[in-house]
């Protein structure tokens, strides 16, 4: 079973930076399109940011400029970086790994980081 582990959340003040890591066992990551995702109390779960496995990345317009995601194959690890950081960011963090081949299709998700931006 894969297992999808996020971490690296925390409060921190507006402006302030944050980075978040996603760690996917077995030996298939780098065939995956990593996302994180973010879910705020009543409202719905939406993709900030995802790579796909040849390194093309994609940004919610809130995030362009702010966010960075990459990927390190060798460490199974995609990672968030966080900067100027605001309230409106703060949610649950979910790290999500995708793959499709043919009539084979996997989607796995973590549990999720909270990141509080508050003063």
């Known amino acids: 079973q894969v297992q999808v582990v996020e971490s690296g959340g925390g409060l921190v003040q507006p402006g302030g930076s944050l980075r978040l890591s996603c760690v996917v066992s077995?030996?298939?990551?780098?065939?995956?399109?990593m996302g994180w995702y973010r879910q705020a109390p009543g409202k719905q779960r939406e993709l900030v940011a995802d790579?796909?496995?040849?390194?093309?990345?994609n940004y919610v317009a809130s995030a362009k400029g702010r966010f960075t995601i990459s990927r390190d194959n060798a460490k199974n690890t995609v990672y968030l970086q966080m900067n100027s950081l605001k309230p409106e960011d703060t949610a649950v963090y979910l790290c999500?790994?995708?793959?499709?081949?043919?009539?084979?299709?996997?989607?796995?998700w973590g549990q999720g980081t909270q990141v509080t931006v508050s003063s």
């Open positions: 077995g030996n298939m990551f780098n065939k995956y399109r």
């Open positions: 790579i796909t496995s040849g390194g093309s990345t």
């Open positions: 999500n790994a995708w793959y499709s081949y043919l009539h084979d299709e996997v989607d796995y």
